[in-house]
């Protein structure tokens, strides 16, 4: 290691190896995906932080993901000290900004720390000239009247068992609640798990059969995203059916190699032309610039996740306009955080990153009008 230049390694190693990797005295340190410490206290991020180096660089493009904490522990690498000691930082400038939206303090924070970000945007022409526009649009999908009526039986059933319960329990039966009407929205057959025939059942499906259509007959290629890998499953069976083309899916259970063969196909010219990923598996580090079409068939309502999967399309390599469209059922619970979502992008925008909104914490009047089904989600 010493008679080397330039030392690669990796996150997991670093952590593993921290004693060795502790004793050179490294001229520079440069964290790649430096979102991977964001938590300062796992193992990986106080090895990497315990390496000494006279010049440090974290390169990130989610700097954060969900909590301001986040930026934190990636400052306390670049800049030790610079933001004080952690639980300083969380009631001086966490807590004011992610509760209360406090523009004096994000203002401040982003004072302190602008001297040591250099942000670059994919949008900025003067540092990517050969990289196209991106057109980002959410689609409203309407709720079929079966669709509506489970959706409704869910909130009466749920909202009668979260008034009476509290605590752990009560936040387990809200985000189950969550779950179970996002189930809903992307299909009934999702949420009863019942083997069922998917076609004329729900808004979303009717939607992307539209889209793909169009997509396919001029010859071009789609990325869809899903966060549930079983709800991929289906999709694959059922758009292969649908359009007697070859769909390939991707999720957490591929291995790197069948990974690799499938980026390659779809990327190859005459290759599949529909590629369905589960948000987690097909988020980060692949490039799919064959595609000029990314759906967000549910919503990982995090920007930086759902950003980071998009990216997969639209990075330097594209050479078309890459057209984003973001699902969203009309009149539920999925049109409501969707607001909350640009209340979020405000908050991001406002210091490099975004703080979450727990939907926990809401009071049960709060969930009530959140999940409360309005008028027009059908369309008959």
């Not at 990986?44 to 006279?54: F, G, H, N, Y």
């Not at 990517?128 to 509506?148: F, G, H, R, W, Y």
């Not at 009526?149 to 979260?162: G, R």
């Amino acid at each position: 290691m010493h008679a080397a230049d330039l030392v690669v390694t990796t996150y997991s190693v670093a952590a593993r190896d921290a004693f060795e990797l502790a004793g050179v005295d490294w001229h520079r340190v440069v964290i790649d995906e430096a979102q991977a410490i964001k938590n300062a206290s796992t193992r990986q991020a106080e090895a990497v932080r315990s390496l000494p180096a006279r010049h440090r660089i974290a390169v990130t493009g989610t700097p954060v993901e969900n909590r301001l904490a986040d930026l934190w522990s990636i400052m306390q690498f670049a800049n030790p000290g610079l933001l004080g000691p952690a639980a300083t930082f969380r009631k001086k400038f966490a807590e004011p900004i992610e509760r209360h939206g406090d523009a004096e303090v994000a203002a401040r924070l982003r004072r302190m720390t602008g001297p040591f970000v250099l942000r670059r945007l994919k949008t900025d022409s003067s540092i990517i000239s050969d990289l196209p526009e991106k057109l980002e649009m959410e689609v409203l999908c309407n709720l079929t009247a079966e669709q509506a009526s489970l959706y409704q039986a869910v909130v009466d059933d749920m909202m009668a068992k979260i008034e009476s319960s509290d605590g752990m329990e009560r936040r387990g039966l809200v985000l189950a609640t969550m779950t179970r009407l996002k189930q809903i929205c992307n299909h009934p057959a999702q949420l009863l798990r019942d083997g069922s025939a998917l076609p004329g059942r729900s808004g979303k499906l009717a939607r992307l059969e539209e889209i793909l259509d169009e997509v396919l007959a001029a010859g071009e290629k789609a990325l869809l995203f899903t966060q549930y890998a079983e709800f991929g499953g289906m999709l694959r069976g059922h758009l292969s059916a649908r359009f007697g083309r070859e769909v390939l899916y991707l999720h957490g259970g591929v291995g790197k190699a069948d990974r690799d063969t499938m980026v390659t196909r779809f990327q190859s010219t005459g290759g599949p032309p529909l590629f369905v990923l589960s948000l987690k598996a097909g988020g980060t580090g692949l490039t799919l610039t064959a595609a000029n079409h990314v759906v967000h068939v549910d919503r990982w309502w995090n920007p930086a996740v759902e950003d980071q999967a998009t990216d997969r399309a639209f990075r330097i390599g594209q050479r078309r306009r890459v057209q984003v469209r973001k699902f969203v059922c009309a009149g539920t619970v999925e049109e409501k955080v969707a607001a909350m979502i640009a209340e979020k992008r405000s908050l991001a925008a406002s210091v490099v990153g975004s703080g979450e909104q727990w939907v926990t914490e809401l009071s049960t009047g709060q969930l009530r009008e959140l999940f409360a089904l309005e008028t027009g989600a059908v369309v008959e």
